[in-house]
Nanobody
């Protein structure tokens, strides 16, 4: 089993930055790639980014490329999502997830999920 706990969400003005954290625990979490997804009201869950614990592979959704950066701190068992140049359309609940491959972008391919953290970007 894998347990994931997100933190770091909040309210930020357009153009600002925010860093989300996802603390991972459990016996097998290092066997999984780690991803971030987001879901706005009335919309489907959208892939944001994914990374391997080795840090050797990252993958981003088209809407966040060049603005968001995913990274890991293996000593802290934590995955980060650094978000910059935020836009109102980035407003959503952001979820951390664990899946078998970082190349996967479909939410159904991820096996474990955190509870989510709200990010609101004001214009």
């Amino acid at each position: 089993q894998v347990q994931l706990v997100e933190s770091g969400g909040g309210l930020v003005q357009a153009g600002g930055s925010l860093r989300l954290s996802c603390a991972a625990s459990g016996r097998t979490f290092r066997s999984y790639a780690m991803g971030w997804f987001r879901q706005a009201p009335g919309k489907e869950r959208e892939f944001v980014a994914a990374v391997t614990w080795s840090g050797g592979f990252t993958n981003y959704g088209d809407s966040v490329k060049g603005r968001f950066t995913i990274s890991t701190d293996n000593a802290k068992n934590t995955v980060y999502l650094q978000m910059s140049s935020l836009k109102p359309e980035d407003t959503a609940v952001y979820y951390c997830a664990a899946g078998l491959l970082p190349t996967l972008k479909a939410a159904k391919e991820y096996d474990f999920w955190g509870q989510g953290t709200q990010v609101t970007v004001s214009s």
